[in-house]
């Protein structure tokens, strides 16, 4: 079956699944997950190279199947199956299962990737930085205030963006090949060294924000950063207890109505 | 009313950043309490409440099947009943804001569950996307995927709407009807708050051995502070500086 005519993909096309890879979670559903979404941002390039009518269901067709990987890395699978497809299409192989196959490969490795680096560190460690310079800003000063949230989207989307964006262009460009570079990558090693940024920002917050806030246990300002690292480690222990934020939450409520109660401060 | 609706609107709409569509995390709550603060007049406390509740919930994420409750919602909602009690009834900032957040944790919760219902509702659409695009080619498809949104907005609206509306008239005749120990206990639960935000980013972080890390650090701005009592910045910087310098000598990680 050929597939005729064949065209090379533009960097429009690509730049239009950019755009559609955002709403790759719009149908997130619990039996083939982000399979629309990954139908729906490929749709360009199907466009594209695909005019038979029949060439065109059979590419909506394996598109469709289950898909699941981190919503930014898989910008890195659009852009390596866009270059798969147009291979296949060129070669006149309406059934392009290297896609397919690739594209099954690639998603749980990527999902883990995406899930250490973005998920689990990069958006804490951020959103810390911007958490810290809210507390500990000048209220007077409302825009060094205003910087917190500035900061955190700011950096978080040069991080996110550039990988969406750019994993797009670099997928399509290298293909297959782009396995070998993602080889080099250790997610494990960039956790480790945001772990310990995000450590020193806790080690300087604890004892820094009595001291700001002027908090005196027995007119001892040393003996209030006492008192905060104490109660860090109390709520860090119910934590680990497996007690949620929400319960914690409701239960200090609690202890200090119960405290007022009882004439304790 | 009118401002209610509005409200509702926006931060239905915002919600869809949580995990539909984008993910560029301006629904997160440390942004969504800077735009709900500047829209209600007061952007520095609306940002500090974003602040406060963005370390509460710092790790949660829906990832793959695993829905959590939306605690961008409990941010949102929290951020404009505090500003509501605080500048249209006078009550005061930090037991206006124990008191919205104990009222939203709820609603967080319940956005979760319909959130899981959803997805169930989702599979219907894909199994006629299918169809769709059988009968009209890729825009189906576009159809079908983009329906998707239309619950997300409808149930984050309707639970603003609900915690905006018989929500603000419950937390107000709460305040205005409290003893004053309750007052006091709310009032020293906001002052202490931050202890439960640390001790969430410390569990995040403690798998990795990093508590040798925050003791190193909280010990030596303890000790700088007590050879230069009231310097705290100068004894921040000085330890920020400790930190660069063992991320320079250790290379590798």
């Keep these: 079956m050929v597939n005729t005519p064949v065209f090379r993909l533009t960097k429009w096309t690509l730049t239009a699944v ?13 039996q083939r997950m982000q399979n629309l979404g990954f139908c729906f941002a490929i749709s360009p390039v199907i466009k594209a190279l695909h005019r038979a009518p029949r060439a065109r269901q059979k590419a909506i067709a394996r598109h469709l199947e ?15 199956v866009a ?4 291979q296949a299409a060129q070669a006149g192989d309406d059934e392009a299962r290297e896609a397919v196959r690739v594209k099954i490969g690639m998603m749980g490795p990527l999902a883990a990737l ?8 990069l958006r804490p460690a951020l959103a810390l930085v911007g958490v810290s310079l809210v507390l500990f800003g000048d209220y007077d000063q409302v825009w060094l205030v205003v910087l917190g949230p500035i900061c955190f989207v700011g950096l978080y989307s040069i991080a996110h963006l550039g990988l969406r964006i750019g994993g797009i262009f670099l997928g399509y460009k290298r293909g297959v090949e782009i396995v070998k570079e993602l080889h080099r990558f250790s997610p494990q090693q960039i956790a480790r060294c945001l772990s310990f940024f995000m450590a020193v920002m806790l080690g300087m917050a604890i004892p820094a924000y009595p001291l700001l806030k002027g908090w005196r246990v027995l007119d001892s300002r040393m003996l209030g950063v006492v008192l905060m690292a104490l109660l860090v480690g109390l709520m860090y222990f119910g934590l680990r207890r497996r007690i949620s934020v929400a319960w914690l939450f409701y239960g200090l409520v609690g202890l200090a109505i119960l405290a007022a109660y009882a004439g304790l401060f | 009313m009118d401002h209610i609706i509005w409200l509702s609107v926006l931060g239905a709409v915002r919600a869809l950043d949580y995990a539909m569509v984008g993910q560029f995390m301006v629904s997160q709550p440390l942004v969504i309490g800077g735009i709900f603060g500047a829209l209600l007049g007061d952007l520095p406390n609306g940002i500090l409440i974003g602040a406060l509740i963005q370390l509460l919930w710092i790790s949660i994420m829906p990832v793959g099947a695993y829905v959590p409750p939306d605690y961008t919602v409990t941010g949102g909602v929290t951020v404009i009943l505090t500003l509501t009690l605080v500048r249209q009834y006078g009550f005061h900032f930090g037991t206006s804001m124990i008191l919205a957040l104990g009222m939203s944790i709820p609603a967080g919760i319940l956005s979760g569950k319909l959130d899981i219902a959803a997805r169930h509702f989702n599979v219907r659409l894909d199994q006629r996307a299918e169809s769709l695009a059988g009968k009209y080619g890729l825009t189906g498809i576009a159809w079908a995927n983009l329906a998707g949104l239309g619950p997300a907005f409808l149930r984050n609206f309707l639970i603003y709407l609900l915690w905006l509306g018989p ?4 937390a107000v005749k709460l305040s205005g009807s409290m003893p004053p120990q309750v007052v006091k206990g709310l009032g020293l639960v906001f002052w202490i708050l931050p202890a439960l935000a640390f001790a969430v980013v410390l569990e995040i972080i403690a798998k990795d051995r990093a508590h040798w890390w925050i003791a190193a650090v909280f010990f030596s701005v303890g000790l700088l502070l007590l050879i230069w009592p009231g310097e705290i910045i100068l004894a921040l910087a000085a330890a920020l500086a400790g930190a660069t310098a063992v991320v320079c000598w250790r290379r590798k990680w």
Excluded at chain 1, 83 to 86: A, D, G, Q, S, V
Excluded at chain 2, 167 to 170: E, P, S
């Design chain 1, 18 to 30: 950019v755009w559609r890879s955002f709403f790759l979670q719009a149908c997130w559903n619990f």
């Design chain 1, 114 to 121: 995406g899930d250490v680096v973005y998920w689990a560190m």
């Design chain 1, 83 to 86: 270059k798969l497809e147009e």
């Design chain 2, 167 to 170: 929500g603000v008239w419950l």
């Design chain 1, 66 to 80: 289950f898909f699941n990987t981190h919503p930014y890395c898989a910008s890195i699978i659009l852009g390596v």
